[in-house]
Each structure stands twice: as structure tokens, then as C-alpha cells.
T-cell receptor, first 113, second 116 residues
Framework: ETGVTQSPTHLIKTRGQQVTLRCSSQSGHNTVSWYQQALGQGPQFIFQYYREEENGRGNFPPRFSGLQFPNYSSELNVNALELDDSALYLC????????????FGNGTRLTVT | GDSVTQMEGPVTLSEEAFLTINCTYTATGYPSLFWYVQYPGEGLQLLLKATKADDKGSNKGFEATYRKETTSFHLEKGSVQVSDSAVYFCALSDRNRGSTLGRLYFGRGTQLTVWP
């Protein structure tokens, strides 16, 4: 069983640029969630995708957007990067059932300078 | 809104010591409760969970009991090992509100360091 994989592992961008992060969900999982984890903090929910549509969003501005593809993989896009966007971005996949736990990838470390 | 308050760290213990990490929650519904562990350079791994009041989750010697009356889900282990050194996160999910898709609310995390 293949776990959740994220790419790239590290990324350095300049303020104002745009970035795309990628996530391959665990085999058989149809739901993908994205979280932002600032240094020393717990992860914060960005949004969730189910059947290629956004299904729930946290307190993040519209410049954070995403996609889910027919194979359930997903992208997180961030436009007009700000210094405060520097964080570890975690992707998690699950099944669409109440008891299905989230399986997290190892994350992408984004640094905005 | 839903939230989790977690004991601030860092926590430093000697091997074989008893561990408690406190966690309390605020929720308007009937959440499921979780403990996740994060080892250096890795993502989060589910350690244990409890889905209703008085349930006890357990795994790898760790335990936590869902206490509705005190809105708590404290993590305990009787004898810690050096390999338990990691960051521990308490979290809740609103999945039980009739929706099959939920999101996790995390605490800030507690860094545990165990010395030999």
C-alpha cells in the first residue's frame, strides 16, 4: 500500500511569487485535506477536496486554492506569496467515512524570502 | 467554535518515567478525539483515538480516555523510552455531526524529550 507522498520536500520562493505543491493520496483514498503548520504551532486546516470539488475551507484567503484530479491526487496553489506563508504544508488523505483516519504525508517546507 | 488547548512544553523526562500530557477541548457537538505524533522531519502519525465519551484509546503503551464531564483527553504512558521523543498533538474532529467529511482542529503540540 503506497502512502501519501508530497513534492517537493523543500522550496524557497520570493515574496509575490506563486507556488504549486503536489500530493499523491494513499491508494484507495478519495478525500484530500491540506494543512499549514507554522513553526512551533499545530497544523491549521486550509481546505478539503472530495470528488474533485472543494468541501470545506478554513480561515485562509482566496489566494490559497487547490485542485483534485480524477486519480484523487491534489495540488495546493498559493498566489502572491507573503513572508507569513513560510510553513510546513501537510497533505492528508482519507476515505469518505466518519471512522476513516487521516493519513499524512511528510510535508513540503516552504520558505518565503 | 471548536478548539483544543494543550499543555505547553517542552517536557523532558528520564527513561522509564511516567508521562502525562494534558489536553482539553471545546466543541459544540460530539467530536472524535485524537493524539498524533510527529517525529523530526516527518509528517503526523495517528497515535490513538476515541470516538465517544468514556472510550479509551491505546497504542504502543500510550493511553487516553475521552472525558466528556471534564472535556479532556489527557495522554499517558507508564514508562517512556528514548524513542518516544517527538512532538505530540491533541486534535478533535467534527465528523460526528452527521457529516462524513470533517476536519481536524489541532492543539499547539508538546515537545517530549526522553533522556537515557
Amino acid at each position: 500500500e503506497t502512502g501519501v507522498t508530497q513534492s517537493p520536500t523543500h522550496l524557497i520562493k520570493t515574496r509575490g511569487q506563486q507556488v504549486t505543491l503536489r500530493c499523491s493520496s494513499q491508494s484507495g483514498h478519495n478525500t484530500v485535506s491540506w494543512y499549514q503548520q507554522a513553526l512551533g504551532q499545530g497544523p491549521q486546516f486550509i481546505f478539503q477536496y472530495y470528488r474533485e470539488e472543494e468541501n470545506g475551507r478554513g480561515n485562509f484567503p482566496p489566494r490559497f486554492s487547490g485542485l483534485q484530479f480524477p486519480n484523487y491526487s491534489s495540488e495546493l496553489n498559493v498566489n502572491a506569496l507573503e513572508l507569513d506563508d513560510s510553513a510546513l504544508y501537510l497533505c492528508a488523505s482519507s476515505l469518505d467515512s466518519p471512522d476513516s483516519p487521516l493519513h499524512f504525508g511528510n510535508g513540503t517546507r516552504l520558505t518565503v524570502t | 467554535g471548536d478548539s483544543v488547548t494543550q499543555m505547553e512544553g517542552p517536557v523532558t523526562l528520564s527513561e522509564e518515567a511516567f508521562l502525562t500530557i494534558n489536553c482539553t477541548y471545546t466543541a459544540t457537538g460530539y467530536p472524535s478525539l485524537f493524539w498524533y505524533v510527529q517525529y523530526p522531519g516527518e509528517g503526523l502519525q495517528l497515535l490513538l483515538k476515541a470516538t465517544k465519551a468514556d472510550d479509551k484509546g491505546s497504542n504502543k503503551g500510550f493511553e487516553a480516555t475521552y472525558r466528556k464531564e471534564t472535556t479532556s483527553f489527557h495522554l499517558e504512558k507508564g514508562s517512556v523510552q528514548v524513542s518516544d521523543s517527538a512532538v505530540y498533538f491533541c486534535a478533535l474532529s467534527d465528523r460526528n455531526r452527521g457529516s462524513t467529511l470533517g476536519r481536524l482542529y489541532f492543539g499547539r503540540g508538546t515537545q517530549l524529550t526522553v533522556w537515557p
